[in-house]
């Protein structure tokens, strides 16, 4: 199971727009300097720079190299948990909407008199 504070982290991290735009950058273009994300986002060095703090703080960079030029590359495990944990999320939203939309069908037939109407599911073979 994905840990709760670690899916908080990552998702507090990928609220802010400049921060998923540097995930995405990283996405495409593998290691990059600090400089280059900075050219890319057209962005403030020092707010770049804070801004990959926040991600490696997170897990979601991680420097590559050292001084007094390090690379940061995208780590994609916090990414894949953020996914496979709204996707259970989804299942879950997807199965309520069709049990309700089952029960308002049933519930409308039964108050018109009517058989509800049966998917092919529902049919015995």
């Keep these: ?4 504070p670690d899916l908080n982290l990552t998702f507090t991290a ?3 727009e400049t921060r998923r735009t540097l ?3 990283l996405a495409r273009g593998g290691a990059l300097t600090g400089r280059e994300l ?3 986002l057209r ?3 020092r707010s ?3 801004h990959l703090q926040v991600l490696e703080r997170v897990g979601l960079v991680e420097r590559v190299g050292g001084e007094p030029t390090p690379r940061f590359r995208l780590c994609r495990e916090p990414l894949r948990a953020a996914v496979r944990w709204i996707s259970r999320q989804e299942t879950l939203y997807v199965q309520a ?3 309700l939309d089952r029960r308002l069908s049933e519930a409308a037939c039964s108050e018109r008199g009517w058989e509800p109407r049966r998917g092919a599911s529902d049919l015995d073979p």
Excluded: E, Y
């Design 1 to 4: 199971m994905d840990s709760a």
């Design 14 to 16: 990928l609220a802010d």
């Design 23 to 25: 995930i995405h950058a």
């Design 38 to 40: 900075g050219r890319q």
């Design 43 to 45: 962005g403030n060095p």
């Design 48 to 50: 770049i720079a804070r």
């Design 97 to 99: 909407l069709d049990d």
